[in-house]
């Protein structure tokens, strides 16, 4: 084992564990009000009046009209309203906010103000939605004539469910303004998002007026990658207008009803078969984006870039589209729009290797990418793709191939089944993002007493960044970890390393950190101050990515992993239960392996979750159903039993140590082990996720039928 | 006729300001300044705002503030000064399982919580020990392996 993978004592482990780590929450500061956004109670509609009781004094209400700049949030684009401009277009939109002292005072005002809306009908199902965000489509071959001359083409359609991020810490900022500067602090994945977009909110001029602060963060999973942006301009304005630090931290119900999930998919794919061979495969997937567009262009180019999984196919079309509908607006999600396209090529080539005669698992071997293949996108997997060692390493594990063969024929009430599934996260910012876009920039600055700083805007969301990055250096530099200082990142500080997200941070920040530390170690004066700076370059081997026609590398390299799920079923009750789960990762060299096990065996919880009992939907007015912890459900500690992870060891040559792009990578693959571990309980073909216990009832009833 | 409910507060007799019916959680943070006990739902759901009353584990959301009366209450920053808190952020430091670290003053006092009833725990029972605690960072196997681990090296603590 290479020693930069031996474990060390986490860096926020103290503060973290003993509960003296402060949370935007725990923070209180001098003159603080609270504030509390009034929302939007219907799903479509315009606003004809508002009500507002008298306020007591001290209380303020803050809306539209008090923005300096302009009242939309950049995200991607710029359509989200800070706040309303009198339409209403999802329930939980934010109308305005009430600041003042007491937080039950602030909750009276709210229940007492009165709007009037004009409701209009609300489009809810995103296969009805006539506006279209985003289309985009790319052809590979020529999948026109495999279709014209194939011996028969299977169609099928897979839907899958919203996911909710159920991060601990719900949603919070501060804000302040204080001398003509805009101050914002609280729980973010990416300061230098929140930045830009209180910049044009604010109308600031120049980037030193504003300044943004990341707190501790009780887990985001992408949940704070574009929500934050949203929530700190509301209390950047409202603490502009009261002259006083501005809290809004939002109630769980809130924060389920008004922040972002993992969208809702609806995808058709057909097969074209040639001598039971598939020959052609076409993919047209619908993404429903809600009432705004935050980050859904990104998600859906990810989405589609996976339509076809980890197989090389020489006939491909793949077209997407995100529709709005009025619904809250999805965003980033761990996996970033691949789990729907990886659930549904999965599960699609499950049911082709059954219509050819052949089980799932030597039918999608016989497909898998190889290094030097042409991808879908006609890029080039230019690296080594280790599926051999990861299936050798699990099935060993699991026992997959003799299970799959004794569950085909059971009988009884009790049914066991096992399902496996295989995926790829591609690491980084999606084509040429970090080179046009993002433009990272990482410093470190050592100080007169030989400690050096790390200066990125990076930040810790439990991922365990502060340590990895930290044990890049030290290990570079030569030094005592001791002697590495890392803060959370504060925009006056900190350069533009990009944002928190795309498993960006190791491979990319990380690296130029390496780099950083490696220029410093050359030049390094004892008890002098020093500062390195270092800027992106992008890996000269990738094949330029074209937005426009979706043609070349996607991503510089991929990450991969094996998962398999084993269930039993109650035939006569339709309850599962999951009774193993297996998990092989490639993530290249791990940077340390108790953060890297912690890292692969949440985000497989997470997957089985989206594969099972984690179900959300939107009743007929357009409000969220499940918006307690009572009603939405994730895995406790009792849901899987057994879950085993592991990793092989493939260096890549462009990350810091050979490590790359982990934290999405485990949350891809869980839900199609899991309904393929029903399919094979129950013997028949799964089109859904989540697959829910009511979801088996059917199935079992149609069974008996 | 005392001004306030009475409480012992990690080992010191507090009076309270509070309402009968007001939630402990709110109490013990904005009262006392206890931040380290965490608000996730306050529906009972999450376990992030446990506490320990009377040596149990309780969610303090749901503990009206008139039922504690004369009760004695730890928080994780009264727990933090124990040996037994020692073996178990040892334990939890081992495996790294502190992630986001939201839930994990509430998961360590469920820890305690378990181990005060029963010193070794299989893994079965150290899963439903903490099944009223959710994490969704670590997967849960870090957190049992640690439990696993305090109740090994903290032999004769417990």
New interface residues.
Partial sequence: MDSITN?I??R???P????????V??LRFEGMLYGKILRSTIACGIIKGIHIPDLPSGYTIVDKNDVPGVNFVHVVDDDTPVFSDGTVNYVGEPILMVVGEDQKVLKQILSEIIVDYEEAEPVLDMMKSETVFYHYGYTKGNPEKAFREADKIIDETFHTGYQE??????QGMIGFYENGKSIVRGSMQCPYYVHTAVKKVMGAQTDQEVEVIQE??????GGKEDYPSILGSQVAVAAKKVGRPVKCVL??EEDIICTSKRHPATMRYRAAIKDNRVAAIQADVVYNCGAYTTLSPVVLQRGLIGATGVYTFDNIRVEGKGVKTNTTPNGAFRGFGGPQTFFAIEMFMNHLAKEVGSDPLPFKRSYLSKQGDITATNGKYHFYIPMPEMLEKILKASDYEQKYESYKRQTGRYRKGIGLSMVYHGCGFTGSGERDMIKGVVKLHKNVNNTVEILTAGTD????LKTTFSKIVAKRLEIPIDQIIIRNPDTDRVPNSGPTAASRSLMVVGRLLDKAALKLKECWVDEEEQEITERYVHPDFVIPWDLNTFQGDAYPDNAWSVNVVEVEVDTLTAVSKVIGAWGVYDVGTPI?M??I??Q???????GIGYGSIELMDVNEKGIIRNN???DYI?P???D??H?ETDVVNFPYIEGPFGGKGAGELPAVGGAPAYVSAMESALGKNLYKTPFSQEDAMKILEEIKK | MSNGISFILNGEKVVSKGKSGDRLLDILRDEFNLTGTKCGCKEGECGACSVLIDGKLANSCMVALGSIVDSEVVTIEGYSRTKRFQVLSDAYAEFSAVQCGFCIPGMVLASEALLSKNPHPNESEIREGISGNLCRCTGYNAIVHAIQTASEKGAGLW
């Fill in positions: 474990s004592k986490k926020d482990h103290d973290k564990i003993s509960g003296r780590a402060k949370y929450d725990d991020h159920v991060y601990m810490e719900v501790e963060m009780g887990g985001a999973f109630e769980r969301m439990g991922q365990g340390d108790a953060i096990q912690g692969m065996q949440g985000g497989f919880l997470q307690t912890l009572s994730i406790t500690a009792m899987v039993p879950l």
